[in-house]
């Protein structure tokens, strides 16, 4: 048994509304630079549709991810290696920007330049390749809301197979949105894609990243991954990916899209899984079972044996413990209602997805039936708007039995929370689900109440180390770090690093830094300097300040 | 040396050794100091159709060549006619086989050249030194194309082996023969003087990306981990990427 710790991700899709910011915080944060316009490491696609790029779900297209040979030995869908070197001068499974979209902007200057005239100017699209004027066609969000749907969505692949089940017309109509990112795979076929070895996974929190030093922009990683989450920048000519944040997961932070998440739908903690079992659980002969064969890799981090293992493998205790209070091994391995996405691409995905319920309840309601008996709402899961087919394609490789439960389970829980509000006995029992009452309370409180500490485990990477790690990594270019930035040794307002980005309780405690108003709500001393409408009580005087 | 002009001496041994050292020297600081940079600076995402025919056909048609100019330079003629292969029969394999290669760099230059000339979003990606290598680079091909074809195959054939290899092999040897060199025809004089502003351009160019080819991928493990590793941090106010003193190793 070889324990290694993963930082995992699990996104609740009942709560998605689709809104976006988490894509818009990831690119000002990771991707607002040329070069990397069309990039998105975290994007929301609306399901069905093509997603993004077009069709990347379709591997026998792209050629992605991992496949069995002729042995049922686990090898790259795009051929051997040799094959590939042998094709390094043109890759036949990448990609081309018009699956993506042609980066543009527009020319802004045109409104403050234009002669004088009758008509108000209006601005033009400039390609961002060439400069040159040009009409979108196609992008990450074309396709928002089943926008072109009647048109485009039949051809999503996880339709394909089932088409003659699915109608798109507008009482039977059905949609979801699935934010992506970076899958941070357990058996990564981008890294094994790699001709230069510039890819890798970090050993002490699974991170796949890039090594921007030693990428020669041999573009195999883009075609490798299955999901398409790696990214080829058109002015460095190197590749990118999303890092998982790993700054703020070092810190101890969740990522940027789980911190900004309006929804508050995404989890973050650690799994822990035995190494040597990834190969051959992702060998697994029947693409179906790939789902309990990855489930099958996660180790119990309660499991005495497992912990005594884990120490003396070198798991610190704090990641241990961090392990023990994961809301995504809760989720994934302790209730199983959270589902990997693509399991059958056999790269042992880490994003995983709770399966969208509510449309189920609604049309329940809608009915006239009583979404307190279970029964009513199990009975309503298989003729819900989402097919249960549709969701296992996307989620368990066809397999609809898993999503069934997940959804059950799902459902039972708000059976039993609500009988419990209203102070009834529960007319349902949860073990009909595999459940307990405590199982129900405990799902209750991650995904209802789902508090900001509950939604996040991450334990810091071990300070003893810090300096190392932000060391091994500045050379992929923090764009604070230029001479005199405020990268530059320099710890930023509070001076503090890490400890500054969050208020600290002894902070929130000391009157000159915040203070409670009168309305109760805790306010920060933010600016020295009066304002008419802020007055005193922000603050007593005490840090040489005006309040 | 005697019967050699200054301007031999400079054009046909200091020109060249200059570029040589350029060409090693420039190697060990962009390697050091330009990491990030050092790419094959694939357009496969800008423009897919005339790539597919044109890369491979030209980099496969550049091993031919290169494998020839080994063969025709580097080997000398002493050792070919030792082991009993006569001239006349090096040349009929040199004019066949090099015209093979010719004909394959042909189609590759020609669609890569239009491709980056007149598609738009490929244009776009060239940097200035890239544009010079890739024109000094034309011109090398072009010359050699003329010499394969036009002489070896048409032509007359001319023996560069007692002409261009020596001075080519003395180079290295310490003892350029100039004289061989500087009575050579004007196409071949071209064509190495070329040569050498290719080699002395090379290290700044994305030529840089043949030697990064992966071979070691046949050999290693599949996925790649790696560990935090201690490493110490950058020099104050150099964010890494600064020019160091060679043997320093951080």
Same mark, same amino acid.
């Given at each position: 048994m070889r324990i290694m710790a993963q930082v995992c991700m699990v996104m609740?899709?009942?709560? /998605?509304? %689709? /809104?976006?910011t988490c894509s818009v915080t990831c690119k000002q944060t990771w991707t607002n630079r040329p070069g990397t316009e069309y990039v998105y490491f975290n994007n929301v696609e609306t399901k069905p549709g093509l997603g993004y790029p077009a069709r990347y779900e379709d591997q026998e297209q792209w050629k992605g991810g991992w496949t069995l040979d002729k042995k049922g030995r686990l090898a790259l869908k795009a051929g051997s290696r040799l094959k590939k070197l042998a094709s390094i001068f043109y890759n036949p499974d990448l990609p081309t920007i018009e699956d993506y979209h042609e980066p543009y902007s527009y020319d802004y200057a045109h409104l403050i330049t234009a002669p004088a005239g009758t008509k108000a100017p209006s601005v033009s699209t400039r390609s961002a390749l060439t400069g040159k004027e040009m009409n979108p066609t196609w992008g990450a969000n074309w396709e928002d809301d089943l926008a072109g749907a009647p048109a485009r969505a039949l051809s999503d692949p996880n339709i394909v197979a089932m088409a003659d089940k699915v109608k798109l017309d507008f009482e039977s109509v059905f949609m979801f949105y699935l934010p992506r990112i970076c899958e941070h795979c357990l058996n990564p076929s981008c890294v094994a894609s790699c001709p230069s070895g510039a890819m890798y996974k970090r050993e002490e929190d699974g991170i796949v990243l890039v090594d921007q030093d030693r990428c020669?922009?041999?573009?195999?990683c883009v075609s490798g991954c299955p999901y398409k989450k790696v990214y080829f920048n058109h002015r460095t000519g190197k590749a990118e990916k999303c890092t998982f944040c790993f700054p703020r997961i070092e810190a101890g932070l969740p990522t940027i899209c789980s911190e900004t998440c309006v929804g508050r739908l995404r989890y973050l903690g650690l799994v822990l899984y035995d190494a040597d079992k990834v190969l051959s659980a992702a060998a697994s002969e029947d693409a179906g079972d790939l789902y309990e064969a990855q489930l099958g890799v996660f180790l119990d981090p309660d499991d005495p044996d497992v912990a005594i293992a884990a120490e003396r493998q070198g798991i610190p205790h704090d990641w241990l413990a961090a392990a023990r209070r994961s809301p995504t091994y809760a989720l994934i391995a302790r209730h199983r209602v959270a589902l990997p996405l693509h399991? *059958?691409?056999?790269?042992?995905?880490?994003?995983?997805y709770i399966p969208p319920l509510s449309p189920v309840a609604d049309v329940t309601a809608a009915a006239g039936y009583d979404d307190a008996k279970a029964e009513n709402v199990f009975a309503a899961i298989d003729a819900l708007r989402i097919p249960v087919e549709y969701l296992a394609n996307l989620f368990t490789a066809g397999r609809v039995d898993p999503v069934r439960m997940a959804l059950r389970r799902l459902a039972m829980v708000r059976c039993v929370m609500r009988a419990h509000q209203l102070g009834i006995h529960p007319a349902v029992d949860p073990a009909e689900v595999g459940l307990t009452e405590n199982d129900a309370e405990d799902l209750f409180r991650l995904l209802a109440i789902a508090r900001y500490e509950d939604r996040y485990v991450v334990p810091p990477a071990h300070a003893e180390n810090a300096g190392r790690l932000l060391a091994q990594h500045d050379l992929s270019g /923090? =764009?604070? *770090? =230029? *001479?005199? %930035?405020? %990268?530059? %040794?320099g710890g930023g307002p509070g001076g503090d690093g890490v400890a500054g980005f969050h208020l600290r309780r002894e902070d929130a405690a000391d009157p000159s830094v915040a203070g409670r108003d009168g309305d109760g709500r805790l306010h920060l001393r933010v600016a020295e300097h009066p304002s008419p409408g802020s007055p005193g009580s922000l603050g007593p005087a005490g840090a040489g300040g005006l309040a | 040396m005697r019967g050699v002009t200054g301007f031999q001496l400079w054009w046909w041994v200091i020109l060249p050794y200059l570029a040589l050292a350029t060409f090693v020297i420039g190697h060990i600081w962009r390697y050091r100091y330009d990491q990030f940079g050092w790419t094959s600076r694939s357009t496969e995402l800008q423009e897919k159709k005339l790539l597919k025919w044109g890369s491979p056909v030209f980099h496969y048609g550049t091993f031919a060549a290169i494998a020839g100019h080994v063969i025709g330079i580097l080997v000398p003629e002493r050792w070919t006619s030792e082991i009993g292969i006569p001239e006349a029969a090096y040349r009929w394999f040199s004019a066949g086989a090099g015209t093979l290669a010719a004909v394959l760099i042909i189609i590759g230059v020609a669609i890569l050249a239009a491709r980056r000339l007149f598609v738009a979003r490929v244009r776009a990606t060239t940097s200035p030194v890239d544009w010079l290598a890739l024109i000094l680079l034309a011109i090398v091909i072009v010359m050699g194309i003329a010499e394969t074809i036009g002489v070896g195959l048409l032509g007359g054939g001319y023996d560069y082996r007692q002409s261009v290899a020596l001075w080519f092999r003395g180079l290295f040897a310490g003892n350029p023969d100039v004289r061989a060199i500087a009575h050579a025809p004007f196409l071949y004089q071209l064509h190495a003087t070329a040569a050498w502003a290719v080699i002395a351009v090379w290290p700044f160019s994305?030529?840089?990306?043949?030697? @990064?080819? &992966?071979? #070691?991928y046949l050999w290693r493990p599949f996925v790649v981990y790696r560990s935090r590793k201690a490493t110490r941090p950058n020099e &104050? #106010?150099? @964010? #890494?990427?600064r020019w160091r003193r060679i043997g320093v190793h951080y």
């Open positions: 609740n899709l009942d709560k /998605c509304i %689709g /809104c976006h020669r922009g041999w573009r195999f399991p *059958e691409y056999r790269t042992m995905p880490m994003v995983w /923090c =764009s604070l *770090e =230029s *001479e005199g %930035g405020p %990268g530059m %040794g | 994305r030529l840089v990306h043949a030697w @990064s080819a &992966p071979v #070691g &104050p #106010g150099t @964010s #890494g990427r």
